[in-house]
């Protein structure tokens, strides 16, 4: 595993990774307050000096859209996105739901609703996802702040819109596959590889995502959620040491399925939140990005504000800089 040289003292010691404990909760270098992690490694400088250069003429969706029998976690026995009508333009005129009477029949009423798990679709996990035994980042326990519904801190509420340097490491072009062979775990010499393949660096405040081409087999469920290629607790630690803010994947669960790592099904989540304080995105459509072989760019991001929520669905962007 590298060190920490390639960032100053300083800027390190608010990197959370840097000195972070082996399957022990960090404590934030932002103070016992905290609940966003290394998102504040973004700036209001940082944001402005990005968004300054940013091409808004050309805009990359890195989004999915949701759909019925689309890939999810209901393996874990989490529920499926569901979408249904609750109203109809000639079921309102029938019923007068409305109590509007005849003007139900010019009124063409359509509505709906959706019921899913919150890690659906393209969407960023918050702190509160995943921690060690009763405890998350930064020392929050479960005994004081787990209420009856949610989490009463590190949800997504207190995550703030992300504007910041994007950079995508595509380690399905490094293999020269259209998809990374299944279970394959991205450790740090392959991401180092990559970024040095691409010409370019992970820098502390940056949003990275690491493309494995899993996105191609989105129409087919069962081949995109069998056995995920993703990160290994090396290669997160790689990413998380160098002062990534947020750490993205194309596929549904960040890192390497089924794990290697004796005694924890999920170290790179375990890793990330509840030692480096890192957030992550998954299901992050990264296909125009390598069609363009855009590896530096603006990304700008916001997820729905439910309140102590473990993750929220977002609809990321990415533009390219001016001056690359």
């Known amino acids: 595993m590298c060190g920490t040289n390639f960032v100053d ?5 608010n990197i959370a990774a840097a000195a ?40 990359i969706d890195l989004s999915v859209d949701y759909f019925l029998g689309m890939p999810s976690f209901t393996a874990a026995g989490q529920p499926p996105y569901q979408i249904w009508m609750t109203n109809t333009p000639r079921g309102t005129a029938v019923h007068d739901s409305t109590g509007f009477g005849e003007q139900n029949e010019l009124v ?8 899913m798990y919150t890690h659906c679709g393209t969407h960023i996990d918050t702190l509160n996802h995943f921690g060690y035994g009763r405890k998350i980042w930064n020392g929050f326990d479960a005994d004081s702040y787990l209420g009856a519904r949610h989490w009463l ?19 399905a072009a490094l ?21 040095r393949r691409q010409g370019v660096e992970v820098r502390p405040g ?27 607790r090396d290669g997160a630690e790689y990413l998380a040491r160098r002062g990534a803010a947020v750490i993205c994947a194309d596929n549904l669960s960040l890192e390497q399925i089924p794990s290697t790592e004796e005694g924890n099904w999920l170290p790179v989540h375990t890793f990330l939140f509840a030692e480096a304080g890192v957030p992550i995105m998954e299901v992050v459509d990264m296909e125009r990005l390598a069609e363009e072989q855009l590896y530096e760019f603006c990304f700008i991001g916001a997820g729905i504000k439910l309140r102590g929520a473990t993750a929220a669905p977002m609809r990321p ?3 390219p800089l001016l001056d690359r």
């Open 175 to 195: 293999q020269e596959v259209d998809v990374v062979p299944q279970s394959h775990g991205i450790d740090g010499r392959e991401l180092d590889e990559a970024a």
């Open 206 to 232: 940056d949003v990275v995502l690491v493309r494995t081409g899993q996105m191609r087999l989105w129409d087919d469920p069962a081949a995109y959620m069998t056995n995920e290629s993703g990160l290994t």
């Open 20 to 59: 972070a404990t082996f399957r022990q909760i960090s404590k934030s270098p932002f103070g016992a307050d905290d609940e966003i992690g290394m998102l504040n490694l973004i700036t209001p400088e940082s944001m402005r000096a990005v968004l300054s250069r940013a091409d808004a003429g050309h805009t």
């Open 317 to 319: 962007l990415a533009m």
């Open 153 to 171: 801190c590190a949800g997504a509420e207190k995550q703030p819109p992300i504007i910041a340097r994007g950079v995508m490491l595509d380690i």
């Open 9 to 13: 003292e300083a800027t390190a010691r």
């Open 108 to 115: 063409g009423y359509s509505g709906d609703a959706i019921s």
